[in-house]
């Protein structure tokens, strides 16, 4: 009986010794299938073609360890290796994969000409799709599928020490240094920060131009979504924005561009922030821009085609873009130019934003100072545009891109108008210029314009309040200054202008210029005739709608505070005359000048400008053009022959005021 049980004994363990030895390779077996089944999948899914080497596995750690996997998407334009991914206790299930730890060591991300670079990826408490692992921005025709994939991907932390990107149509470099996911959630990251981010991009075809260089430090972002990033990198039908980003910001930002005719600039800012931004897919690959910017950095000839594509690219960007505000704070601004001299900038704040379709809401800039060659600088206070809207031209130009509009179509006046750019106003507080002669101060200054996207005519507004002009006292502006009497000159200014497109008439709706203690000049009037795309011709274009422009009558009122005192006296002392004899004989020289040259009709005129000589208060002057069909070019011809010409091309009405 001993004896059998001590067989039996030894038969199992001999049982257990063989099954110890043999676990190790059964189960590698099985792992080794199961991670073919895995592959299958994602060949299935993706289309793509996936190889592996070997599998390696640890019992006493739960460890799998693929070698040598490769995946590369159909058509051949892209490709991912990966020299090993180790999963600790991976746990497959219907096409799904959870994992504590996921390691992935040498990664190589090829598209096109495009290279990136993943030493080491490192994944805590990866859930999603078995693709999940290896699903990338922008790689194959099928990478608008992956944005889905990414979609179903969670993971606890993330940690990259380094990410290499090498665009090889335009040379530029991008890296990315210590990136630490902190929460990953169906493929939108909760918070992140990167250390160092750098890119760098060749100037341009000259070699001696310095490369475009961008850094910035301590970077983080918070509401990052991964699949509104790869369906705008995939490219699809146009559809709805989505939220990209809820906020990122950096600090020690620094880019540094030139030419080598120019020299270098540098911008530094200490901070910068951007909220809100959404992003919707292009229409087409982003790959695609690459190499229309490849064709523009090598000085390419461009054909039609590639002007309407490139056309296309720019309202694309602008529509697939919004965002709610952009910050940035002490800002820097050095430039370095042998030809230009040397300038040097500080601001203290600058807001961008809300902005979406091609419109821009506001551009505030806060505490500007600068510096520059020739003992120039200027400060401002408070600088903001608001309102800018070039939706319009961004529609025009769409059309062109698409053909429905020929390159060489020239816009109507009413295209000109309509498309043009919008700005609803300019504001500048507490502003001041100074150069060698003199300094210009400004209180404030605002330009309004009325202009609605469908609506004619345009009205423009102009404001100045608070003007300081003080020469210095070698310049000539000051030499003028002291024949007045003056040391400095202060004023204020107001414009209001009107076109119309339609009927072509520009109009002077009011005009008035104030100086302190010298007096004040307004004055209205119009135009016909007037072409809108004259702001934009050149050579013989710009002279032939100069030519066609009709004058119309015009009003100016001249009030006397001071200055035409001053001008008398100056002139008495010349001719060494008492003043009032002067005067007197000044009085009847003009009333018989206007007389001989506009005859006997300005007779009243001409006793009314003498009335003025005599005691200068306030004079109405309106000039009206000889025949309806008088020209503008016609006045500025007379001009160069004096009295007896200008006569020819105007009459003048005077009316002295008391």
Known sequence: MNRRVGVYALAALILVAATALAAPWAVRVLVERRVDDSLQNIRIRSTSVVHRGEV???LASRTVVIHGLTIDPPGGASSIRIGSLTMIEPWPSKGRLTARRVVFDDVALLSGDDRTAVPLIELQDYSGPEEGLVTTPGAGPRAASQADVIGQVSVGEISI????LVAGKTGTRRSFKNILVTRLVDGVIDAASIEDIAVEAPGGKNPAAPPVQLTASAASLAGLSLPTLWRFYAGEKASGREPLLNEISASRLA?????????????????ASTRGVQLRPLTFPFAEIDGFLAKLKNEEALTPADVRQGLLM?????RALSFDAIELSRVRVEQTSARDGDLSATIRSVSVGPYADARLEQVAIEGLTSSGAGSRSLQVSHAQLRGFDASRLAAYAERIGRDEIMLTTQPTANDVVLTAPRIRAIELRDARYGD????????????????PLDAVPQHLGLELQGVEVTPDDASRLAAAARRVGLTQVKGSGRLAMTLDPNTRELSLDSLKTTIEDLGAIEASGSLAKVDPRLAISRGQEFI???SAIILEPFKIIVRNDGLFDIALRRAAR????????????L???ASDEISTLFGPPARQSAEALAAFIRQPISLDITIDPKTPDTRLIDLLQSLRLGPAGIAQTIDVRILNRR
Do not use: K
Request: aromatic fraction near 4%; glycine fraction near 6%; proline fraction near 5%.
């Open 56 to 58: 390696t596995v640890d």
């Open 161 to 164: 020490p380094l990410i290499e």
């Open 255 to 271: 880019l540094r561009a030139g030419s080598a005719a120019r020299g270098e600039i540098a911008i530094r800012a200490a901070a």
């Open 314 to 318: 720019i309202v694309e960007g602008a």
């Open 436 to 451: 060698p002669d003199g300094t210009f101060a400004l209180a404030s200054a605002r330009v309004n314009v009325d202009a």
């Open 544 to 546: 032939d709608q100069l």
């Open 574 to 585: 010349t001719a060494n005359e008492p003043d009032d004899v002067f005067r007197a004989a």
């Open 587 to 589: 009085a009847v020289r």
